[in-house]
């Protein structure tokens, strides 16, 4: 172990990239090793089976390549979709959105069951596009990330199961991995795709698919040529295989360091001592519910409508009318804390984003988490009597009370309601 600690920065809660620990960065930062060399194979052959551990799979293939977590939808549509095949998407926002984008340019034909903003898709809805049609995708989002939307993995997994059992079910889980359980193979889920720097721990660049079996073979008896080079599991497969056998092989260069931070990260989260996966599982759970409760008690409503479907990683929060993300932001950015704006079309300035994954929850004695509602708070009550002020100038200055006889409101209602709780 070093003595390598990261210089002072401001509090990073985003969802993705995240806090990391030093031992992570230290990892990321030491001389590249020799890809095909003795030192490097068995790290990446950890880092290949400790990423079945995260998603609780005895079979499921890993893929760990340079790329961002957008590669992992290349990879399901380029292996697993031929021309004119029809895929089901359940769309909870702004990543479903671009999923489909990229399924629709390896040449599927995508149907959508599109959530109200802030839901998640009903079994019933489900069941019903599943009885009408077979699909050979059933993609969804297990945190859409533009709006804290949880879906029931676990409902969707096991409804294909029952209605759809050659429909391969393909879980996005780049904001959910390592923050919320998956259970790949009692859930009946054939891909879960990732990225390593959302609850994954590590520095962004490297994209984390695992892929069933049964999707492995789907691939391998495909018709059509395989719709990429970089991206083609038959190309990766061989190689995967290899380094987990001890043994070196080359397709392309993997990214040495990152795959060394990647492999610390995942000793942390499933060999560590004290803190479970199970524990883990459960205090991104009790952080996720002392941000939703200092948001309510704020006066403020958050964007997922029901409780059961929000995810545990993330928060997304809307501000109370009156104010914009760029109100609120900045004046946390200031306090040292970053949190984002919202990424949905629709209402992006209208709500903004907290993610609360890793280091930043796992290990309460930093006090991320409290630092994050104090700093909440502070902006909020800062933003809202800024506003008043400007309000109340405005309000001063009546140059012709006979044309316009009536008296506004001093500031927006809902801002009151909130500046009366603060
Ligand atoms: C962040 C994210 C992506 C895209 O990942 P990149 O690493 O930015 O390419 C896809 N899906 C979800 C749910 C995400 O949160």
Same mark, same amino acid.
């Given at each position: 172990?070093?003595?390598?600690?990261?210089?002072?920065?401001?509090?990073?809660?985003?969802?993705?990239?995240?806090?990391?620990?030093?031992?992570?960065?230290?990892?990321?930062?030491?001389?590249?090793?020799?890809?095909?060399?003795?030192?490097?194979?068995?790290?990446?052959?950890?880092?290949?089976?400790?990423?079945?551990? %995260?998603?609780?799979?005895?079979?499921?293939?890993?893929?760990?390549?340079?790329?961002?977590?957008?590669?992992?939808?290349?990879?399901?549509?380029?292996?697993?979709?031929?021309?004119?095949?029809?895929?089901?998407?359940?769309?909870?926002?702004?990543?479903?959105?671009?999923?489909?984008?990229?399924?629709?340019?390896?040449?599927?034909?995508?149907?959508?069951?599109?959530?109200?903003?802030?839901?998640?898709?009903?079994?019933?809805?489900?069941?019903?596009?599943?009885?009408?049609?077979?699909?050979?995708?059933?993609?969804?989002?297990?945190?859409?990330?533009?709006?804290? %939307?949880?879906?029931?993995?676990?409902?969707? #997994?096991?409804?294909?199961?029952?209605?759809?059992?050659?429909?391969? %079910?393909?879980?996005?889980?780049?904001?959910?991995?390592?923050?919320?359980?998956?259970?790949?193979?009692?859930?009946?889920?054939?891909?879960?795709?990732?990225?390593?720097?959302?609850?994954?721990?590590?520095?962004? #660049?490297?994209?984390?698919?695992?892929?069933?079996?049964?999707?492995?073979?789907?691939?391998?008896?495909?018709?059509?040529?395989?719709?990429?080079?970089?991206?083609?599991?038959?190309?990766?497969?061989?190689?995967?295989?290899?380094?987990?056998?001890?043994?070196?092989?080359?397709?392309?260069?993997?990214?040495?360091?990152?795959?060394?931070?990647?492999?610390?990260?995942?000793?942390?989260?499933?060999?560590?001592?004290?803190?479970?996966?199970?524990?883990?599982?459960?205090?991104?759970?009790?952080?996720?519910?002392?941000?939703?409760?200092?948001?309510?008690?704020?006066?403020?409503?958050?964007?997922?409508?029901?409780?059961?479907?929000?995810?545990?990683?993330?928060?997304?929060?809307?501000?109370?009318?009156?104010?914009?993300?760029?109100?609120?932001?900045?004046?946390?950015?200031?306090? #040292?804390?970053?949190?984002?704006?919202?990424?949905?079309?629709?209402?992006?300035?209208?709500?903004?984003?907290?993610?609360?994954?890793?280091?930043?929850?796992?290990?309460?004695?930093?006090?991320?988490?409290?630092?994050?509602?104090?700093?909440?708070?502070?902006?909020?009550?800062?933003?809202?009597?800024?506003?008043?002020?400007?309000?109340?100038?405005?309000?001063?200055?009546?140059?012709?009370?006979?044309?316009?006889?009536?008296?506004?409101?001093?500031?927006?209602?809902?801002?009151?309601?909130?500046?009366?709780?603060?």
């Amino acid at each position: 172990m070093s003595t390598f600690t990261q210089e002072p920065h401001k509090l990073l809660l985003i969802p993705g990239p995240i806090e990391l620990s030093d031992e992570v960065l230290y990892a990321n930062a030491t001389p590249p090793m020799p890809h095909t060399g003795a030192d490097f194979i068995p790290i990446f052959g950890d880092a290949i089976r400790m990423t079945r551990e %995260v998603v609780q799979t005895q079979t499921g293939q890993p893929f760990l390549i340079a790329g961002s977590g957008t590669l992992g939808w290349d990879q399901v549509a380029a292996n697993l979709i031929e021309p004119g095949e029809d895929a089901l998407l359940l769309n909870c926002g702004y990543f479903g959105d671009s999923f489909a984008d990229c399924l629709r340019a390896y040449g599927a034909n995508v149907d959508e069951i599109r959530a109200d903003f802030g839901k998640s898709v009903t079994q019933p809805e489900l069941e019903a596009a599943l009885k009408a049609k077979k699909y050979k995708l059933v993609c969804f989002t297990h945190v859409d990330t533009s709006t804290a %939307v949880l879906s029931d993995a676990k409902m969707i #997994g096991e409804t294909c199961k029952r209605l759809a059992p050659e429909s391969l %079910v393909i879980l996005d889980g780049v904001c959910s991995v390592a923050s919320e359980e998956i259970k790949m193979d009692e859930w009946n889920i054939d891909v879960v795709l990732s990225a390593s720097q959302k609850g994954l721990g590590a520095p962004p #660049g490297l994209c984390v698919v695992i892929a069933s079996q049964k999707a492995i073979k789907v691939n391998e008896v495909r018709k059509a040529p395989i719709a990429g080079f970089y991206s083609s599991w038959k190309r990766w497969l061989p190689i995967m295989q290899a380094y987990e056998a001890g043994k070196p092989a080359y397709f392309a260069t993997p990214p040495v360091n990152l795959i060394r931070a990647y492999q610390v990260s995942l000793t942390q989260i499933t060999k560590s001592p004290t803190i479970s996966l199970q524990d883990r599982f459960e205090l991104h759970r009790k952080a996720a519910l002392r941000v939703r409760h200092a948001a309510t008690e704020l006066g403020l409503k958050l964007v997922p409508v029901d409780p059961h479907y929000t995810a545990n990683g993330m928060t997304a929060i809307y501000l109370p009318e009156g104010l914009g993300v760029a109100d609120v932001v900045p004046r946390m950015a200031q306090r #040292g804390i970053i949190v984002t704006g919202g990424i949905h079309k629709v209402n992006k300035d209208k709500y903004f984003r907290i993610g609360h994954m890793g280091v930043s929850v796992v290990h309460p004695e930093r006090g991320d988490i409290a630092k994050a509602i104090a700093g909440m708070q502070e902006a909020l009550q800062e933003a809202l009597a800024s506003k008043k002020a400007t309000l109340a100038a405005k309000e001063s200055y009546k140059p012709s009370p006979v044309r316009n006889p009536a008296v506004p409101r001093a500031y927006p209602r809902s801002i009151a309601v909130v500046s009366a709780r603060l």
